[in-house]
């Protein structure tokens, strides 16, 4: 039995529950956020973040386009009304998957509720995995990836991941104006590509519930 999914590629019933879907290259792989104008503005035009943009702050980049939507309302709450495609190396986010925590206890996982604290305290990158969205925001049975970047990651990424930052506002704007205007077809023939994204045997075992 075989579906079609919110790309309209048609596969398998089940899929992986925790499973990272990005668009990448086979040295990149392009994660999304959104910021207020005076951030996502220049960070676009320039390729780098702006002096405004805080490293001391966690940061949390997300491969999938569609959850990004849910996130920021397709580029219109508040502060967020700039979306930017980021393009970073497979070594950075490897770098950091490598080294991140679970965002929260997981028995089973975690030897007790005590080591889990001082794992996530001293860990520079943390995942959360979160319903992924369909072309209505809905929640998704499969889960999508969220990854927090903090202290030295956050550094990292902001001065030697990035590859390219790409403002994709215009896009997110005329894929939700299909879909408002039930033109689903047209509204999937607009979203970026992301298949499964490889990760060495191992490499996820400590942040899968």
Same mark, same amino acid.
């Given at each position: 039995? @075989?579906?079609?999914?919110?790309? =309209?590629?048609? =596969?398998?019933?089940?899929?992986?529950?925790?499973?990272?879907?990005?668009?990448?290259? &086979?040295?990149?792989? &392009?994660?999304?956020? @959104?910021?207020?104008?005076?951030?996502?503005?220049?960070?676009?035009?320039? %390729?780098?973040?702006?002096?405004?943009?805080?490293?001391?702050?966690? &940061?949390?980049?997300?491969?999938?386009?569609?959850?990004?939507?849910?996130?920021?309302?397709?580029?219109?709450?508040?502060?967020?009304?700039?979306?930017?495609?980021?393009?970073?190396?497979?070594?950075?986010?490897?770098?950091?998957?490598?080294?991140?925590?679970?965002?929260?206890?997981?028995? =089973?996982?975690?030897?007790?509720?005590? &080591?889990?604290?001082?794992?996530?305290?001293?860990?520079?990158?943390?995942?959360?995995?979160?319903?992924?969205?369909?072309?209505?925001?809905?929640?998704?049975?499969?889960?999508?990836?969220?990854?927090?970047?903090?202290?030295?990651?956050?550094?990292?990424? @902001?001065?030697?991941?990035?590859?390219?930052?790409?403002?994709?506002?215009?896009?997110?704007?005329?894929?939700?104006?299909?879909?408002?205007? =039930?033109?689903?077809?047209?509204?999937?023939?607009?979203?970026?590509?992301?298949?499964?994204?490889?990760?060495?045997? %191992?490499?996820?075992?400590?942040?899968?519930?």
């Amino acid at each position: 039995m @075989a579906r079609v999914d919110q790309h =309209g590629h048609c =596969g398998p019933v089940s899929e992986p529950k925790y499973q990272i879907r990005a668009r990448h290259t &086979t040295s990149t792989l &392009t994660v999304y956020q @959104a910021y207020a104008p005076e951030i996502g503005l220049p960070a676009a035009r320039e %390729g780098r973040f702006p002096a405004l943009w805080r490293r001391e702050r966690m &940061t949390w980049i997300k491969p999938s386009f569609l959850w990004m939507m849910y996130r920021c309302g397709w580029g219109t709450k508040e502060g967020q009304e700039s979306v930017l495609a980021v393009e970073i190396t497979r070594e950075g986010f490897a770098w950091a998957l490598e080294r991140a925590c679970l965002s929260h206890y997981e028995q =089973g996982l975690h030897a007790d509720q005590a &080591t889990w604290k001082r794992e996530l305290k001293r860990a520079p990158a943390r995942v959360q995995w979160d319903p992924e969205r369909d072309l209505h925001l809905r929640p998704r049975p499969h889960r999508s990836l969220q990854l927090g970047l903090t202290g030295e990651a956050a550094h990292r990424y @902001a001065d030697e991941w990035i590859v390219s930052i790409t403002d994709v506002t215009p896009l997110a704007r005329t894929i939700h104006a299909h879909v408002r205007e =039930g033109a689903m077809d047209a509204a999937r023939r607009l979203l970026p590509p992301e298949s499964p994204y490889p990760v060495a045997d %191992g490499v996820l075992a400590h942040l899968i519930p």
